[in-house]
């Protein structure tokens, strides 16, 4: 199996289309990271909104440029609101993400996210746990923390891409992305990413910005993972923890260029 | 048509009231931008609770010295318990905000809001997509950014402003206040302000915490729209992006002086 | 009756337990404190998942280390969750933590909450007026500020305790705690963190991390306290306000050592 290395340029050229277009994320995803998804995006040039009633999210699905579907803290009020935004997102040839926050564990969340891949998203961001989980692999998950690496996923990635025409991310130490063809990898990040809540949601929201963007969407997937841990680098060393992470994390998304990428 | 500006010596005596007062507000807002808004209003030394069950909530709004309604997340659950606070607020003399995000492009909050105006909000605060539909004239919004320049909307606020004897403001890169007769304006702020989620809704909460002050109520909220615009320019001084620009912003606030605003 | 005074060797030994097994505790709580609850939990090196539909909610709280029960934002909704995850953390032997926000003042949360005692909660953190009304003392409490002082609160607070089996932390300028028999205190923190959104509902979180370690309760949920007053002692002499004090807050816990709490 061949595993590219994403290319420096092709992240830059994905930010500045990011930058040009200001894709409008539809935002339904948990409620621990709402705010910061929102200044996430934002800081990319991108924009956000959270709309969660049934009729209106299916209203405004069809007006954002890309829907994120995350299932963090699902409800079946939630359920039902996210099942009628899918359903006006694929109608309206919206492209939408799933984002599988904890699904294998828990009961409600895993029987949605099965359900929803019928629907085709057009990416999926998951940690190894969630990734082999949703493929029907058994995992020792406990919540959002992954307990496998994320290329030992990588083939329940690429069944996953295959039968449902998805780019799927596998997000880790490395990050693995295929189209079910192509295998990206991205490295790079910072240990205290994982010491902040939401960095690993608020990458599915960059995703799911990146495929409202004209191109590759492999690429632009990859693109996303890579924007997120340049940042994540250059804040790191620009803090002294967890706290002076988050504001540093967010400067360095909103001047990042390609230079840095690159 | 006569616009005053607002005097800065103005916006001092209320902000020197709000520290006074510390007035509690009762913030029905939005899921994304409740600890931002909850954060702001405590800087300026007021208070701020979330209560958001429909008996609790209609209990609360009668201890509350102001009660905040912003549509952004609106449910019908919401909804129910947002009308039984109203309510109650209006039976115990307690003033009340609507923040009407993103009426005009989504059906459930424009039918809420058109509702709610029948039961005579202090004041009113939104864009100019957002006040030109809550007047009932068209706009092309798309969610919360607002397409339409606020002065565009200043007929509307006014009309408005008769109809239901609220303090209307427009805000923009300019915002216009109307009581209907007079009209003020209120120059400044940032553009860094619109890549932080939450500075147009905290806003709104710091308007509700005006309302609850002795004295004339167009320059109160003229007021919050000063002090958040000037803690906005200092904070963007001392910060490197949106990231940096939050906890400045609130520290701005929170060392706000007269001086600063005059 | 004889207050001892919690060691900073015991609050240090708290703290090298709980970087050491990492617990993993189901937060349900208010809507306002999620993401700043979550990143206090992941700075000290436990973790934290919010998790809140009923089915998911009773068997995730099996899977914890512990669970919070906060009822800020209370709905029925909400409460009804909250029960099959206590049901189920009891039945599971997980530990819980009630912490009951503005109880007294409000309807559904208090007669919740006295509900909730009979299922022994490990440990209760309030301030001196929600401790008071949980106790069935009146009290003038306007919400999450309490209008009593704490150590009023102490013979409540031990009533409680000896009732229900818990320990019971009256918090304030100084922290008292007991478990019905003994009481420490715990003196520090700094009256910014009063600015601040969610401090006390983060310490409730840290209690209930620290009710899964291993070891004496009591000194343990006071070793929560000292750890909130040491790091929001450093975390004021580092900012200039109540912005930059949230993530000078969190880089001191997470960087927080032995010394500094002896």
Same mark, same amino acid.
């Given at each position: 199996?061949?595993?590219?290395t994403l290319?420096?340029?092709?992240a830059?050229?994905?930010?500045?289309?990011?930058?040009?277009?200001?894709?409008?994320?539809?935002?339904?995803?948990?409620?621990?990271?709402?705010?910061?998804?929102?200044?996430?995006?934002?800081?990319?040039?991108?924009?956000?909104?959270?709309?969660?009633?049934?009729?209106?999210?299916?209203?405004?699905?069809?007006?954002?440029?890309?829907?994120?579907i995350?299932v963090?803290?699902?409800?079946?009020?939630?359920?039902?609101?996210?099942?009628?935004?899918?359903?006006?997102?694929v109608?309206a040839?919206?492209p /939408?993400?799933?984002?599988?926050?904890?699904v294998?564990?828990?009961?409600?969340?895993?029987?949605?996210?099965?359900?929803?891949l019928?629907?085709?998203?057009?990416?999926?961001?998951?940690?190894?746990?969630e990734?082999?989980?949703?493929?029907?692999?058994?995992?020792?998950?406990?919540?959002?923390?992954?307990?496998?690496?994320?290329?030992a996923?990588?083939?329940?990635?690429?069944?996953?891409?295959?039968?449902?025409?998805?780019?799927?991310?596998?997000?880790?130490?490395?990050?693995?992305?295929?189209?079910?063809?192509?295998?990206?990898?991205?490295?790079?990040?910072?240990?205290?990413?994982?010491?902040?809540?939401?960095?690993?949601?608020?990458?599915?929201?960059?995703?799911?910005?990146?495929?409202a963007?004209?191109?590759?969407?492999?690429?632009?997937?990859?693109?996303?993972?890579?924007?997120?841990?340049?940042?994540?680098?250059?804040?790191?060393?620009?803090s002294?923890?967890?706290?002076?992470?988050?504001?540093?994390?967010?400067?360095?998304? /909103?001047?990042?260029?390609?230079?840095?990428?690159?």
């Amino acid at each position: 199996m061949l595993i590219e290395t994403l290319c420096g340029r092709e992240a830059a050229q994905t930010l500045a289309l990011m930058r040009a277009h200001s894709p409008l994320v539809h935002c339904m995803t948990n409620d621990v990271v709402q705010g910061f998804t929102a200044n996430v995006l934002l800081a990319l040039g991108a924009s956000a909104a959270m709309v969660i009633d049934d009729d209106e999210a299916a209203q405004f699905s069809t007006m954002a440029g890309a829907l994120l579907i995350n299932v963090g803290t699902l409800t079946h009020a939630r359920e039902r609101a996210m099942r009628a935004a899918i359903g006006s997102a694929v109608s309206a040839g919206t492209p /939408w993400v799933l984002d599988p926050v904890a699904v294998g564990a828990l009961t409600l969340r895993t029987a949605f996210a099965h359900d929803a891949l019928a629907l085709r998203p057009a990416a999926v961001r998951g940690n190894a746990s969630e990734i082999l989980a949703l493929a029907g692999a058994s995992s020792g998950g406990r919540g959002v923390d992954s307990t496998d690496s994320a290329l030992a996923a990588l083939p329940a990635a690429q069944a996953l891409a295959r039968r449902y025409g998805a780019v799927v991310a596998v997000t880790g130490e490395v990050d693995y992305l295929t189209d079910g063809e192509r295998v990206l990898s991205v490295e790079g990040g910072h240990p205290v990413m994982t010491r902040v809540v939401g960095t690993g949601c608020a990458l599915s929201a960059v995703a799911a910005a990146c495929c409202a963007l004209p191109g590759d969407r492999l690429t632009h997937v990859g693109a996303a993972c890579a924007i997120m841990a340049r940042a994540g680098e250059q804040a790191a060393r620009q803090s002294r923890g967890p706290g002076s992470f988050v504001p540093a994390f967010l400067d360095a998304l /909103w001047s990042l260029n390609g230079e840095a990428l690159a």
